[in-house]
């Protein structure tokens, strides 16, 4: 009898305490119903229109024939790789428009290494991952048109896209994209250097040697291959190709794209 009459008085109180926390979260929404002050704050949203300019505007324009601070760019070659020529036309000078420092190509080397690698690898021969898995072939940087171009023309191309590549002028600021066309000079010298290009005293070692050195298998200093358990994407149906998934160019050997395979049923 104790027991029971304790058991109930404790369930007394828990109904009690519902009803207290319903109450309360009632008088939440009572509460915050009535203020709206703070909700609707007097403040200018992007895209909004206002009824405090005779316009109703809500973007300002900019005041006419000023600069805003940070958007002189009197160095038009710095912000856009070209200059015009004699007749108009834009040419592509091959010049840095500061000097390339050992900062500058650690710099490059990076933002290449994050942004280009992608689909130009890192040595920049075109056949980065996306691609061996079925992108469009990306500029090999080391085949005789890339060598000859000027550095500029890779500014050039970053900032507007090329074709399939899309336009890297939001991802990279104009310094890292100089930075990243540096480095792409400082790569092809890389694939294409001679002894000559050694300095004296420095020893050349050769990679296979530094393979066996350093036990690993021997296949490190050849060409880099995709492992067979690597996805391989499909080929769009005929007709429907899209600039990404174009045929492989002819030009590029390594490069194969499955024979058509019938989709697995869908897995639920
Ligand atoms: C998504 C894949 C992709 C990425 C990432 C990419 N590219 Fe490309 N790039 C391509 C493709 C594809 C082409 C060839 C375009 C064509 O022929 O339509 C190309 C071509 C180029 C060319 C050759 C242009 C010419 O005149 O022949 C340069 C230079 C280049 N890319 C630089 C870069 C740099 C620098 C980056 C990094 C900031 C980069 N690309 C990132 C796909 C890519």
Not at 60 to 76: I, K, S, W
Not at 95 to 115: D, S, W
Not at 148 to 164: D, I, L, R
Not at 196 to 217: F, M, S, T, Y
């Amino acid at each position: 009898m104790k027991d029971r009459g304790q058991g109930s008085r404790v369930r007394g109180q828990r109904g009690l305490g519902r009803i207290v926390a319903l109450l309360g979260f009632a008088a939440l929404f009572l509460v915050a119903g009535c203020r709206q002050d703070m909700h609707n704050e007097p403040k200018m949203i992007p895209q909004r229109g206002s009824d405090f300019f005779p316009d109703h505007r809500g973007a300002r324009p900019q005041v006419l024939d000023t600069v805003a601070r940070g958007q002189l760019h009197a160095d038009t070659y710095f912000y856009t790789g070209v200059v015009p020529g004699p007749n108009g036309q834009r040419e592509e000078p091959d010049q840095m428009p500061f000097p390339v420092t050992m900062t500058v190509l650690k710099r490059g080397q990076e933002r290449f290494n994050i942004y280009c690698t992608p689909c130009h690898s890192r040595v920049g021969n075109g056949l980065g991952e996306i691609v061996m898995r079925g992108y469009k072939p990306a500029g090999n940087f080391h085949d005789q048109v890339r060598m000859v171009q000027p550095v500029s023309h890779y500014f050039y191309v970053m900032t507007h896209g090329y074709g399939a590549m899309p336009d890297y002028s939001a991802q990279l600021t104009p310094a890292d994209r100089w930075s990243v066309a540096a480095y792409i000079r400082a790569l092809q010298l890389s694939q294409n250097a001679t002894l000559q290009d050694v300095p004296a005293g420095v020893q050349v070692q050769n990679l296979k040697d530094i393979a066996r050195d350093e036990n690993l298998p021997l296949s490190f200093a050849e060409p880099w291959a995709l492992p067979s358990s690597a996805v391989q994407a499909l080929p769009p149906p005929a007709g429907q190709g899209s600039p990404a998934m174009a045929p492989p160019n002819a030009a590029y050997p390594k490069i194969s794209i499955p024979e058509t395979k019938t989709a697995p049923a869908a897995a639920k």
